[in-house]
């Protein structure tokens, strides 16, 4: 792995919390592989601009150490999280992207706004939690206006705000908070770096045999979602 020279610029920082949200852009910018402080992360460019990518791990804990990090190494010109995100409505579209114009750290009450990128209009409210939503408490989500759930946006936004770096969001929806699709069972089947846990995995399917088609299901939403995601980034770094 290479150490990359920030001096010589100030890259476009792409974060990811799981390294299945990172795979689109690596492929579709040619990333490769470099250290970046102490940090594993990846490496290119988009343009001519230089970009960096780290994936951080789930939830705020992680994603905070994680973009700490990064800020240390480097001063990007800005920082983009790119990833999937939970509608916390039955209607919302697998795939739908979401552009939030406020971001919500459900722990604090804090409120974050994304830097305009792009020429798509932002709209509604992101919640960032810790923890699974259950049913009971989505309605009065809805009243304030949040239209998805994630699990590190508002922390990747408080680092970049401490240190005057501008922030945007790209997301797309991979399932619905309503829909039962991710319990505790299912959120298990990953590691907290984001990595699969293919014990958790196997008593799953050991345990429920007839959800096979649910799970192959969900693994091609969070194929479009991500796909979505990486692809919206892509496309507002490019726009004039």
Partial sequence: MTQPS?????????????????????????????????????????????????????????????????????????????????????????????????VVHSETGREHRPAPLGQAAANGVMWTTNVLTPPDALPALRARGVVSLDMETAAIAACCEARGVPWSVFRAISDRASDGSVDDEVFAMSNQDGTPNPRAILRYIVRHPHHLPRMA????????????????AIAALRAP
Avoid: Q
């Fill in 217 to 232: 299901k969900m693994g091609s939403n969070v194929k479009l979602a991500t796909t979505r995601a990486a692809d919206a």
């Fill in 6 to 102: 920030p001096a010589d610029s100030n890259p476009v920082a792409l974060i990811c919390a799981m390294p299945i949200e990172l795979r689109p852009l690596t492929r579709r910018l040619r990333l490769h592989k470099v250290t970046i402080g102490t940090m594993d992360g990846r490496a290119g460019s988009l343009d001519g601009r230089d970009v960096v990518a780290i994936v951080t791990g789930m939830g705020t804990t992680l994603a905070t150490a994680a973009t700490e990090r990064l800020l240390e190494a480097i001063t990007p010109e800005r920082v983009v999280v790119v990833g999937i995100t939970g509608a916390v409505e039955d209607e919302t579209p697998i795939g739908t992207l979401i552009l939030p114009e406020v």
